[in-house]
DNA sequence: TCTGGGGTCCTAGGACCC
DNA sequence: TCTGGGGTCCTAGGACCC
């Protein structure tokens, strides 16, 4: 049996889930924007037809979104995290297979389903059942590989004809939304690889579906010769229904200010590995090596630039915080170098374990911390509950530098305070 | 004044080994 | 005149994704 995907994309995520919460702003444009409020992430329908374009920064449109009367809204992504919790939980209940792929996508495996109802029907089912019970629209696509999958949902998004379903497994119908949409438009295919496609004349993904793929793997890449199979309907990458252990972890934030002290990157640092060190937990994982970074404003050629990434080895992996923040602020000590104005900071932990599986060397027996791993879990059980937090004191309590967010709406579907009231 | 954050995979090249 | 070959491991960098 040949295998059948559906991609599931929900439409405009960010502006949608604010948008749930203020029927007020129904028919007004709406964007979200990164953190630090830096560049816009997110776009209703409306402000996508304002012309709007994602990934500008927000202080080059700042005029214009308020001449149209815009709404603009920080990130908040406890109510984008929660509201895509609900949605995947409905998928799952639709169909038997369910890989998660995004914040706002999933690939759901629908082979075999056509022999109990329509592609099509089931397509339109799913979108009326997700947006009855969480007021999200979606669109689906339909297709035997999962990269088809992406372009039907995009033909799905693009032509409301299509009523927000496109069933692709007709090859005929695929040539020809292949031979409409520009290859850029194709997954996996960047601003880099397309650059040098439309040099080679390839320009529709059509021309890249009709291209060798002994030639593409020689001159491209075998991610791309890959591509090329899938555009042709032969299913290279299967859904992956169980998340994959992370390989890394990664905290890192742009400061709301220019940071100039010691004692503020200090802190900013102590932060970083300590919220590492939670998701590390999180993921029931040691870590080996942590590594620091520190970034000034690159795009400012005028400044003096300074960007150390120093890395090191700890005797023995861990998840406890305590070691953590120690080694970071050992490394940080080593590197800071004053008179730069910093702009950026991050901690990341590489080369990991599974919790309890180690095999430390005969001379370091003993170096564990003996009540670490209850202290942990009942710093972890506080901050998670909503009660209180618990934190180190190394990260500071003002917290000059933490990062901007001026326009945040209430977490209404996570905080009891914040919970809409209706009168 | 002002430009996100968090991931993955692949490849090339150097170090090192026999 | 001539300067092996094959393998592994690690890291950095590039490209992509949302």
């Excluded at 295919?189 to 004349?201: A, H, I, S």
């Excluded at 042709?232 to 200010?257: D, H, M």
């Excluded at 590492?276 to 000034?296: D, G, H, N, P, V």
Aim: hydrophobic residues 40%.
């Amino acid at each position: 049996m040949s295998s059948v995907f559906a991609l599931v994309d929900c439409n405009n995520f960010y502006a949608s889930c604010e948008r749930l919460f203020r029927p007020d702003l129904a028919g007004r444009p709406i964007v979200v924007l990164s953190n630090n409020d830096g560049c816009i992430v997110a776009r209703s329908a409306e402000a996508k037809a304002l012309g709007i374009k994602m990934g500008v920064p927000v202080y080059k449109v700042e005029r214009y979104l308020q001449q149209h009367d815009v709404a603009v809204f920080s990130s908040n992504y406890a109510l984008y995290a929660d509201m895509s919790a609900r949605v995947m939980s409905i998928l799952e209940e639709l169909a038997p297979r369910v890989e998660i792929y995004s914040i706002d996508e999933a690939f759901l495996d629908l082979t075999g389903i056509d022999s109990i109802q329509s592609l099509d029907a089931f397509g339109t089912r799913i979108r009326q059942q997700v947006g009855q019970h969480t007021g999200i629209r979606v669109c689906v696509g339909i297709a035997p590989s999962k990269t088809l999958a992406k372009l039907a949902n995009h033909a799905a998004k693009q032509y409301p004809a299509t009523g927000g379903v496109v069933d692709l497994t007709n090859p005929e119908r695929q040539r020809r939304l292949l031979a409409l949409v520009p290859v850029s438009e194709v997954w996996g295919v960047g601003r880099r690889l397309r650059q040098r496609l439309e040099t080679d004349g390839i320009r529709t993904a059509l021309d890249l579906a009709s291209a060798n793929p002994k030639s593409i793997r020689q001159q491209y890449s075998v991610i791309l010769e890959r591509t090329v199979r899938e555009l042709n309907g032969e299913s290279c990458l299967s859904l992956e229904e169980i998340t994959p252990v992370k390989q890394q972890i990664i905290c890192s934030r742009s400061f709301g200010q220019r940071i100039t002290g010691y004692q503020e990157m200090r802190e900013a640092i102590c932060a970083y590995a300590s919220r590492a060190a939670e998701k590390l937990r999180q993921e029931q994982r040691i870590a080996k090596r942590l590594s620091i970074f520190l970034r000034t404003n690159r795009f400012n050629a005028a400044e003096p630039q300074y960007m150390p990434s120093p890395s090191a080895e700890l005797p023995i992996p861990t998840d406890d915080t305590r070691e953590l923040v120690a080694t970071a602020v050992k490394l940080l000590r080593a590197c800071w170098k004053d008179g730069f104005r910093y702009m950026k900071a991050g901690v990341m932990l590489t080369d990991f374990y599974e919790t309890g599986t180690f095999q430390p060397d005969l001379f370091n027996k003993g170096a564990e911390h003996p009540r670490s791993k209850a202290l942990m879990a009942v710093m972890d059980t506080i901050n998670q509950s909503g009660h209180g937090h618990v934190f180190l004191a190394g990260q500071g309590i003002n917290q000059v530098w933490k990062m901007q967010r001026r326009s945040l709406s209430p977490a209404y579907t996570t905080r009891w305070q914040d919970i809409p009231v209706v009168k």
